[in-house]
C-alpha cells in the first residue's frame, strides 16, 4: 500500500495528499519514478555505519570543535558536548566562555577547551575535522567574523540555533556557507532563514530549492525531521517522539552531527544517521521514561548505535 507525504506533515495541505513516498532510501533508486521523498529505515542505517577498527585510536575518529554557550546559556554547550562525545568525536574542544570552564570540567571531562579569543588566532582553526557553532551563543562577541574566518576553510560546518539567527541577518555570510555543510533549523529559525511560510508543503519545497541552491544539506526539525540534500531529495526521519520534546534536545543533536562529520562521514551520511540515532534512542528511554532529557539521550547514542549490530530484526 503507498504512503502519502501529508502523514509526515503537522497540517494539511491538497498536494502532499498526492505525493507519494518511497520506503527507504535506495529500493526505488533504480525506478524511473522514484519520488524525491523517502523513508529512512533500519536497513539503510544499518548499511550507513562504519565499524571501529582494530588499532584504531582517537585520532582515527576526528577532532571536533565545538563553538557554543554564553554565560546564561553554558547548558547548551555543554549539552552539545556530550552529544559529541557519546556521538564518537576521537577529540573534543570546546569553546565558551571562561565562566563555564569549571563546569566543563566537571560535567565534561572529556572535552578540552579553548578560549574564545583563541579562534581569530591565525591557523588555531586547521586544527579541527569539524566544526560546530551555534547552540547558546547568544550575541557572541565577533560572531560574525568568527563565521566568515570558519567559512573561508571551505569545509563542511554544522550551523544550529543562534548561528542560524546570525546568517539570518547577515545574507553576505550566508552566501559564504560552504558547500555539503549542514544546517539544523527548528520551524522558527527556518522561516527566519527563508521567510514565513503558509504550510510544511511550501517550506518543504523552499527548503528543497535552498539545498540544491546552496548545496548545503538542510535539517528541518520536527516529530518527523526532513533531511533535505543537494539533490533537492528529502530523507524522512521516523525515530523520535513526544517524550522528547524538552528544551536541549537539539543542542545534543548539533553534538552528534559534528561528531559524525568529524569522524569522516559524508554531510548527508552524517545528518541521516544522527537523526537517526538521536530519535531511536529518545525512542528506546521512552519505554521506561514519561519523558526523557537531552543529557539521557546523549548518554544513551552509543548503547543505540551498538544494539543496531546485536538486533537482526527490521
Ligand atoms: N540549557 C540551555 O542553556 C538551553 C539553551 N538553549 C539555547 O538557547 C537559545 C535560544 O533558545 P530558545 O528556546 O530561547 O529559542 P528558540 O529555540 O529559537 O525558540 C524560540 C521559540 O520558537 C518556538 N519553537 C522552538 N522550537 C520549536 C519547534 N521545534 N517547533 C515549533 N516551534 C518551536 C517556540 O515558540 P512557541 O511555539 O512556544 O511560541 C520557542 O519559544 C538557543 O541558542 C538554544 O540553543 C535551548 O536549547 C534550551 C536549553
Ligand atoms: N515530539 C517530538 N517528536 C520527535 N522529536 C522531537 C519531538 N520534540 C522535539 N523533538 C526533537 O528534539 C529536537 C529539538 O530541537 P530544538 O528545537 O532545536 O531544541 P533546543 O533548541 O531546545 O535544543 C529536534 O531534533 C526534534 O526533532
Known amino acids: 500500500m503507498s504512503v502519502f507525504l501529508n502523514a509526515y506533515l503537522p497540517d494539511t495541505d491538497p498536494l502532499s495528499k498526492k505525493q507519494v513516498v518511497d520506503r527507504g532510501l ?3 533508486s533504480a525506478e524511473a519514478k522514484a519520488s524525491p521523498y523517502k523513508l529512512i529505515e533500519l536497513a539503510d542505517i544499518r548499511g550507513m555505519v562504519k565499524i571501529r577498527m582494530p588499532f584504531s585510536h582517537k585520532g ?13 546559556t553554558m547548558g547548551a554547550a555543554l549539552l552539545c558536548a556530550k552529544g559529541c562525545v557519546y556521538g564518537g568525536a576521537g577529540l573534543i574542544t570546546l569553546s565558551i566562555p571562561v565562566q563555564g570552564l569549571t563546569a566543563l570540567n566537571t560535567a565534561v571531562p ?3 577547551y579553548l578560549e574564545r579569543s583563541e579562534l581569530l588566532r591565525s591557523r588555531t582553526l586547521d586544527n579541527y575535522d569539524a566544526i560546530g557553532i551555534g547552540p547558546g551563543i547568544g550575541r557572541m562577541v565577533d560572531s560574525h567574523t568568527i563565521m566568515a574566518e570558519i567559512f573561508a576553510l571551505k569545509q563542511p560546518v554544522v550551523i544550529d540555533a543562534d548561528a542560524l539567527a546570525i546568517l539570518s541577518g547577515h545574507p553576505d555570510l550566508f552566501h559564504l556557507l560552504p558547500k555539503d555543510s549542514i544546517l539544523s533549523p527548528h520551524v522558527k529559525e527556518f522561516d527566519g532563514l527563508f521567510g514565513p511560510h503558509k504550510n510544511w508543503w511550501d517550506r518543504l519545497q523552499t527548503a528543497r530549492t535552498e539545498a540544491k541552491k546552496r548545496g548545503v544539506i538542510l535539517i528541518l526539525k520536527n516529530q518527523y525531521t526532513f533531511i533535505v540534500d543537494h539533490e533537492g531529495d528529502v530523507s524522512i526521519n521516523q525515530t523520535g517522539n513526544p517524550a522528547m520534546a524538552q528544551g536541549g534536545m537539539g543542542d545534543v543533536l548539533t553534538g552528534i552531527l559534528t561528531a559524525y562529520l568529524a569522524q569522516g562521514y559524508s554531510a548527508k551520511a552524517a545528518a541521516i544517521l544522527s537523526c537517526y540515532f538521536h530519535g531511536k534512542a529518545g525512542d528506546e528511554l521512552s519505554t521506561t521514561h514519561f519523558n526523557v532529557t537531552a543529557s539521557e539521550v546523549a548518554a544513551q547514542i552509543p548503547i543505540t548505535v551498538k544494539s543496531l549490530f546485536n538486533k537482526a530484526e527490521d
Do not use: F, P, V
Not at 60 to 72: D, M, N, V
Open 26 to 28: 535506495t529500493k526505488q
Open 110 to 112: 572529556e572535552a578540552m
Open 60 to 72: 582515527t575518529y576526528g577532532h571536533a570543535l565545538i563553538i557554543a554557550g554564553a554565560e546564561k
